[in-house]
């Protein structure tokens, strides 16, 4: 197992998730996420949400090798990071709509499930592209 390919894919996974959350969450849809009541907190704690992409990330990249045997390792990060974002969606999507009262639901759950595909199709290609490539001898 190689702590600098684990390091490299949870590094990527943290840089490419805040580049699409940040402008998904703050910019592009956040007075929708007011509206719908799934905001709660005036200012968000970016150290909670960091510690969370964090550990996701350090999974993510500590289980991958285990899973990807062969093939396109493109395809095969793509496939394992969405399957890892099905355990993270549920969380984000269902339980947070469980916990808090977020209406309409439907729409969250819609929009998490996509901001949460182009997030976990984006690392996945990373996690294949770190993983892909043949440790030198």
């Not at 970016?46 to 969370?52: E, Q, R, T, V």
């Not at 990249?61 to 493109?74: D, E, H, R």
């Given at each position: 197992?190689?702590?600098?390919?684990?390091?490299?894919?949870?590094i990527?996974?943290?840089i490419?998730?805040?580049?699409?959350?940040?402008?998904?969450?703050?910019?592009?849809?956040?007075?929708?996420?007011?509206?719908?009541?799934?905001?709660?907190?005036?200012?968000?704690?970016?150290?909670?949400?960091?510690?969370?992409?964090?550990?996701?990330?350090?999974?993510?990249?500590y289980?991958?090798?285990?899973?990807y045997?062969?093939?396109?390792?493109?395809?095969?990060?793509?496939?394992?990071?969405?399957?890892?974002?099905?355990?993270?969606?549920?969380?984000m999507?269902f339980?947070?709509?469980?916990?808090?009262?977020?209406?309409?639901?439907?729409?969250?759950?819609?929009?998490?499930?996509?901001?949460?595909?182009?997030?976990?199709?984006?690392?996945?290609?990373?996690?294949?592209?770190?993983?892909?490539?043949?440790?030198?001898?």
């Amino acid at each position: 197992m190689s702590i600098k390919k684990i390091i490299l894919a949870t590094i990527s996974y943290v840089i490419l998730t805040m580049a699409v959350a940040y402008p998904w969450h703050m910019v592009l849809f956040h007075d929708m996420y007011i509206e719908m009541g799934a905001y709660t907190r005036a200012i968000p704690s970016i150290p909670l949400g960091m510690s969370a992409m964090i550990l996701q990330g350090l999974v993510i990249a500590y289980l991958y090798p285990f899973y990807y045997k062969s093939g396109n390792p493109i395809i095969q990060g793509i496939k394992f990071s969405l399957i890892m974002g099905l355990a993270v969606y549920s969380a984000m999507g269902f339980a947070m709509a469980a916990k808090i009262d977020i209406n309409p639901i439907s729409k969250f759950l819609l929009f998490s499930l996509m901001f949460q595909i182009i997030q976990f199709v984006l690392t996945g290609i990373a996690l294949g592209l770190i993983y892909g490539k043949k440790d030198a001898q």
